[in-house]
């Protein structure tokens, strides 16, 4: 089996109002939909960032995958390489994983990766976990991911399903209606956005209204060393982990070191380079993968034997996606041995989808591991067709929520640490 062709389709997808240490996201967020076709007829799906660093990485590479045989990863590790050499990329938002100029390489490898290895699959007749070792679990749980919200972007007709949630008492209705809906068995809330008094008395009412619901809040980095010790101090008891509530190896580790709960990350370490800077330090507990930008699924498992060694807890994060990357989560993590925290999910955020059959479904807030060969998920292609035409539509062709926020507030910064 060889590669013969490559299609990438850039997407964008309707997103929500969701408030964040930098802004508000945009109306719509912005997906890569890659399609790898073999000389045998078969097909590989992969699901990445849409921004244009990512599709200019993504298009250089394909030019170059013709003839490989999708089961030589070393091979198209050598080709992303020669890909990208020289590539001119621009900055972008920390929040953004796939506008990070130094993450370009993961980024394309992992992509190109997940395609190959549904491939795999489909040839074998096994289910990408299979090929990855064999699952460990049949399902895997997710977390509810809270969000402050706007009810309505600017210039739109109506408020969306969801409604605005700009207080604690609006956390917990949102948190009230996710789990009715989905049953998730823990939640944790995007922070950052207010006061961390504010913050605070949300988780406390979101402990008093889910008392058996492990907790977690993320500030994205957005406060002080002074300021995160104090609030964890506050919340002793009420949260499970707190998530990057500072940047930096030497911040995190005062942190951790002054307070009793785990600290977790996704913005501290986010590569095999950061583990050894972090462990030196002490600065996190916790490690929330992601096979997007850490160079695939095989070097999530690979990250998962780390943490096993040092004895890091690990969980997965998550960013507005649809069901192709989901499914791909779900693969990589039944193969994990040691997944200790339920993984983030924005899905139940998105309105739109690219695969047939539509929405994936939660139960008691888990994600069952598909069985068919492959990832599991096909193309719905008239669905791949509307997504396109509303990117071809977008003005934006990178996600920027410093930007989108100055619609509400012209004076707004997006500085951080914020508190």
């Given at each position: 089996?060889?590669?013969?062709?490559?299609?990438?389709?850039?997407?964008?997808?309707?997103?929500?109002?969701?408030?964040?240490?930098?802004?508000?996201?945009?109306?719509?967020?912005?997906?890569?939909?890659?399609?790898?076709?073999?000389?045998?007829?078969?097909?590989?799906?992969?699901?990445?960032?849409?921004?244009?660093?990512?599709?200019?990485?993504?298009?250089?590479?394909?030019?170059?995958?013709?003839?490989?045989?999708?089961?030589?990863?070393?091979?198209?590790?050598?080709?992303?390489?020669?890909?990208?050499a020289g590539m001119k990329v621009k900055d972008g938002s920390i929040l953004a994983p796939g506008t990070i100029p130094e993450r370009a390489k993961a980024i394309a490898f992992a992509a190109y990766e997940t395609a190959c290895l549904?491939?795999?699959?489909?040839?074998?007749?096994?289910?990408?976990?299979?090929?990855?070792?064999?699952?460990?679990?049949?399902?895997?749980?997710?977390?509810?991911?809270?969000?402050?919200?706007?009810?309505?972007?600017?210039?739109?007709?109506?408020?969306?399903?969801?409604?605005?949630?700009?207080t604690p008492e609006a956390v917990v209705r949102q948190a009230k209606a996710f789990v009715a809906e989905y049953g998730f068995k823990s939640l944790k809330l995007k922070g950052g956005v207010y006061e961390p008094a504010v913050e605070i008395e949300t988780m406390r009412q979101l402990k008093k209204a889910f008392p058996d619901h492990p907790l977690r809040l993320?500030?994205?980095?957005?406060?002080?060393?002074?300021?995160?010790?104090?609030?964890?101090?506050?919340?002793?008891?009420?949260?499970?982990?707190?998530?990057?509530?500072?940047?930096?190896f030497a911040e995190s580790a005062d942190v951790a070191h002054s307070i009793s709960m785990p600290i977790a990350t996704n913005m501290v370490v986010v590569s095999f380079q950061d583990l050894a800077e972090s462990v030196r330090h002490g600065s996190v507990q916790v490690i929330l993968s992601d096979h997007h930008y850490w160079g695939g699924m095989r070097a999530t498992q690979a990250l998962a034997k780390i943490c096993s060694i040092w004895k890091l807890g690990l969980s997965m994060h998550s960013n507005s996606h649809l069901g192709i990357s989901l499914v791909a989560m779900a693969h990589v993590a039944a193969a994990c041995t040691n997944l200790t925290y339920a993984c983030?999910?924005?899905?139940?955020?998105?309105?739109?989808?690219?695969?047939?059959?539509?929405?994936?479904?939660?139960?008691?807030?888990?994600?069952?591991?598909?069985?068919?060969?492959?990832?599991?998920?096909?193309?719905?292609?008239?669905?791949?067709?509307?997504?396109?035409?509303?990117?071809?539509?977008?003005?934006?062709?990178d996600r920027d929520d410093v930007k989108e926020m100055r619609k509400y507030d012209p004076n707004w910064k997006g500085a951080l640490p914020r508190f």
């Open positions: 089996m060889k590669i013969e062709k490559i299609t990438v389709t850039p997407i964008a997808i309707q997103d929500p109002p969701l408030l964040n240490v930098l802004g508000i996201h945009q109306p719509y967020a912005l997906r890569s939909i890659i399609e790898v076709t073999a000389d045998n007829g078969l097909v590989g799906l992969a699901e990445t960032y849409g921004d244009s660093n990512t599709l200019n990485g993504l298009n250089r590479v394909s030019e170059l995958l013709a003839g490989l045989d999708p089961f030589c990863l070393n091979d198209l590790e050598a080709r992303v390489e020669r890909g990208l549904d491939l795999q699959g489909k040839l074998l007749g096994l289910p990408v976990a299979e090929v990855l070792g064999g699952r460990v679990r049949d399902a895997v749980p997710f977390s509810a991911y809270l969000f402050y919200k706007k009810a309505r972007h600017i210039g739109a007709a109506h408020d969306d399903p969801y409604g605005a949630a700009e993320d500030p994205n980095g957005g406060w002080t060393v002074k300021t995160a010790i104090a609030a964890a101090h506050e919340l002793e008891g009420v949260l499970e982990y707190l998530e990057d509530p500072v940047l930096g983030d999910t924005h899905y139940p955020w998105q309105q739109d989808e690219v695969i047939a059959g539509g929405k994936l479904k939660f139960i008691d807030g888990a994600l069952p591991v598909p069985t068919k060969p492959g990832l599991g998920v096909d193309l719905d292609r008239d669905a791949l067709t509307r997504l396109h035409r509303q990117y071809l539509a977008c003005e934006d062709l």
